[in-house]
């Protein structure tokens, strides 16, 4: 197999559309030897944030010195992107060989039970990092929590950016509906942490916790951050959770002060307001992608480029509430 037949095997999955449950990705990892069990996890989950505070996270225990796995989507130009250690794409070679160990496993699976896109390659992920042996495990949720893909997984800690409408379709029409989505990675003994949420979406999550008997920390916002390459006072907020969860997990996850600031400080991700200069012409691309993220794409807008008149060129898929955005 080459590594475009390999890439054309994967996406030729997504004629299994997108299904929310646990059965199938659990069947699928029980096959392949539960890799997820080898493993220290941090799981989040939310609406806008999760990737760039997995990539926070990441740059954290990346500079005190772990050896990391990060597992994020969609991508934004290789789906090599969705794996990584240490930064560095899951080579093209990885990818033919894990593709392969699926479609052995995969071979005689009943049309009616064949594991979508998504979830086959979050099982590659866990058998990738697995075999690596990496320290930590820095996993996004694909669609809500609770039936997610990812949700195979007894994690170290959960983690819940802010919470906003998106995918209502899949999570539920109002806010407590979708928090209790998001809210469903949160795992009897095992930490939560939180960012500042919506009303509605903190009761959801709060009374999660309860039920659970788990503490619930919430994002220290009087703490000082260093200069961060992210724009935007969102990703202020995302650093303050990731900063948060650093320094609480510090029995599972030893960190310095100077790893924490430094790890910050030089995290890199991609399309989040990123600034792009060719010539005359400043570009910014930024993957926002429900009303709550084009508002703060907007408010970055106003705050940086006041007085200017930007062309806005946009794209999304059809479900999107494009009106409102």
Request: aromatic content about 6%; proline content about 6%.
């Amino acid at each position: 197999m080459t590594y475009p037949e390999a890439i054309q095997w994967l996406y030729d999955l997504r004629l299994f559309g997108a299904k929310l449950g646990l059965e199938n990705p659990r069947r699928l990892a029980e096959q392949a030897g539960n890799p997820q069990d080898r493993l220290r996890i941090i799981h989040v989950a939310g609406t806008n944030g999760k990737g760039s505070i997995c990539a926070m996270l990441e740059s954290i225990y990346r500079h005190a010195g772990y050896q990391t796995g990060l597992f994020t989507s969609p991508h934004l130009i290789s789906f090599r992107e969705r794996m990584q250690i240490n930064r560095q794409l899951i080579a093209e070679e990885d990818i033919i060989r894990l593709a392969g160990e699926m479609q052995a496993l995969l071979r005689d699976c009943p049309r009616e039970s064949h594991p979508t896109f998504f979830e086959v390659i979050t099982v590659m992920a866990l058998q990738y990092f697995a075999k690596s042996k990496c320290d930590v495990v820095l996993l996004e949720t694909g669609l809500g929590g609770r039936l997610d893909a990812t949700n195979i997984v007894t994690p170290i800690a959960s983690v819940i950016p802010p919470i906003a409408e998106d995918h209502q379709q899949w999570l539920g029409e109002t806010l407590a509906q979708i928090a209790a989505e998001k809210a469903g990675i949160i795992k009897p003994g095992k930490s939560v942490f939180c960012a500042a949420q919506k009303p509605k979406a903190q009761a959801v999550i709060e009374s999660v916790a309860k039920e659970k008997d788990v503490p619930l920390t919430l994002a220290d916002i009087q703490m000082e951050l260093p200069a961060l390459l992210l724009h935007g006072e969102h990703q202020k907020q995302n650093a303050t959770l990731a900063t948060t969860v650093a320094k609480s997990l510090t029995d599972e996850f030893p960190v310095e002060e100077a790893a924490i600031r430094e790890g910050l400080a030089k995290v890199h991700w991609p399309a989040r307001a990123q600034s792009w200069q060719e010539g005359p012409r400043q570009f910014i691309f930024d993957a926002a992608h429900n009303p709550a993220s084009m508002r703060t794409l907007a408010d970055i807008l106003r705050d940086n480029h006041s007085g200017q008149a930007p062309a806005i060129l946009l794209g999304m898929s059809q479900e999107k509430n494009w009106r409102e955005m």
